[in-house]
């Protein structure tokens, strides 16, 4: 079903490989290989909803795609800023929602859609809208981010893992 709605929203795209399918609906992010489900990950988009326009602090709907991958060999739950390992560990074990820390991994994405996602006001690599981990793993499961789309740390390292830089990611509403 989500292929073929891809094929439709999106003629000319090429639709094999790995498609990461976010549903703020659901508040899932599905991984699609080559048309066959490889797994299906809890996680929390924008608190403030979907919209693309900068400082909105919310999660870009529309077509992506991984443009970078940051975090290589860091260890599970490694505090990231500005993109740049800070040297501290979340402690995993009890949620920290009183910062808004990224964690583990990045992968950074970029909108496919000018003057949806991409170009201007509402670009979504200069809004620096990643799928990442959290230090408060106990927020996913309901929109509670600032715009990016939060993982468990486990979760974001064995996609880190598995997605190439290139993939596709949809952002949906339903």
């Known amino acids: 079903m989500l292929l073929e709605y891809m094929a439709v929203r999106y003629p000319g795209t090429a639709l094999d490989g790995h498609i990461l399918y976010v549903s703020a609906q659901r508040q899932r ?7 066959r489900m490889q797994g299906s990950y809890l996680i929390a988009t924008a608190k ?16 992506h795609r991984v443009a970078e991958k940051i975090g290589d060999g860091l260890p599970l739950g490694a505090v990231l800023k500005d993109r740049l390992p800070t040297g501290e560990v979340a402690d995993l074990v009890r949620s920290d929602s009183a910062r808004d820390v990224i964690t583990s991994r990045i992968l950074w994405l970029e909108g496919l859609e000018e003057g949806a996602n991409r170009g201007g006001t509402v670009d979504s690599h200069e809004r620096y809208i990643y799928l990442h981990g959290t230090g408060d793993e106990a927020s996913l499961g309901r929109p509670t981010s600032m715009g990016c789309v939060r993982m ?5 390292v064995a996609l880190y893992d ?3 830089v290139g993939a596709l990611v949809v952002i949906l509403d339903n």
């Not at 992010?29 to 048309?35: R, T």
């Not at 468990?152 to 974001?156: K, M």
């Open 48 to 63: 403030a909803g979907l919209g693309c326009t900068v400082d909105s602090y919310c999660t870009p709907p529309g077509l």
């Open 29 to 35: 992010l599905f991984h699609v290989v080559d048309g």
């Open 162 to 164: 598995q997605v190439p």
């Open 152 to 156: 468990r740390n486990l979760d974001i």
